[in-house]
């Protein structure tokens, strides 16, 4: 009885592993050669800050005498990464906030920092159909944002519930 059971499994073993691999179409191989990552053929090291919050990035409409501050840093170099979706976030924040005031397409709004966060917020407000947009910065070259290695790629903050009852 043992020696049917085992004639049985190899059987269905053959029809179901090596006779579909007896009849299929050949596969291309491709032969890769690993990349030389020794000294030699790096490129130069560069070391960034990167300035990070405890927590989540601030991501808030807040009111400070005169003025309205949309804040949108700390993303601890996650910035490429999440520029899109949080300039996009913290602009609609500010566009529906209760304390903008009268925010016209021409109403000044400075953004302060020239990083990839504060030009993806810069960009966002434009695309909104703002257009008196001054960005400050203490400089346009050498930032942390150009030399990173992220990802662009959409983010939405609205998925985090704990963000959206904290900061609505």
Known sequence: MLEKIKLTYLAVSFSFVVFPLL???AREI???TPPKL????????????????HGSPKLNVEQRY????ANNYGHGGSGWT???GSADYVNNLLINSKCRGDLKSNT???????GVIGLFTAYDLFT?????LTIVAESFDALTSHNSGGLVAPVSMDNDSEIKEYYL
Do not use: Q, S
């Open 128 to 132: 909104k159909g703002y257009t008196n």
């Open 108 to 114: 000044p709004i400075t953004i302060i920092g020239g």
């Open 82 to 84: 999440l520029a899109p």
């Open 30 to 32: 491709r032969k890769i």
């Open 66 to 69: 005169d003025k309205v501050i």
């Open 23 to 25: 009849f299929a179409e």
């Open 38 to 53: 020794d000294v030699a053929h790096l490129g130069p090291r560069i070391l960034c800050h990167r300035p990070m919050r």
